[in-house]
């Protein structure tokens, strides 16, 4: 019996630590009707850029899942958006004609050290009401990819798995 539930925990184990971890507000769902503007998310990791990358990324799903987007209303740069450009793209966003804004933060963005190097994305998304200004749902998800996937890879898989 003991080495049933040794056997057991360690499949549980061996199975979870592979999947992608999500956790979210269960109230909102993207609406195909609506009109979306997405500018680039908050970088809080090392790998610069990340924000445009993963807001280029979040623009991309949502377009192959036919919601009406806004033209982009961000032009690259060689650096990320400091918070007082945040708060310009944002008011931008709510003169676009967009019902939401879609952005987030970018917690992880790197390959892990050692000899595999898997990539590892953790990302948090906000979904803003234009009138009120108000975040009406957010969600997290995180998750590790196989050492011969790319950052980029792993990323869409969340968008993909955020966005419905």
Known sequence: MR??????TLLCTLTLTGCANIVNT????????????????????????AGYQVASMCNSVMATKHYHLVSKIWEYSEQDPDKEQLQQ????AKKSGSDYI?????????YKTGIDGEPAVSITLFVYETKSGKI???????DAGWSYESLGT???KLLNKLIK
């Open 3 to 8: 080495n049933l539930t040794m056997s057991m």
């Open 26 to 49: 269960p109230s909102f769902s993207f609406e195909k009707k609506a009109v979306y503007a997405v500018i680039p998310f908050e970088n809080y990791t090392d790998t610069p850029l």
């Open 89 to 92: 793209m944002m008011q931008l």
């Open 102 to 110: 879609v952005t987030g933060t970018i917690n992880e963005f790197r």
């Open 136 to 142: 009406i749902w957010t969600a997290s998800a995180s």
């Open 154 to 156: 792993v990323a869409q």
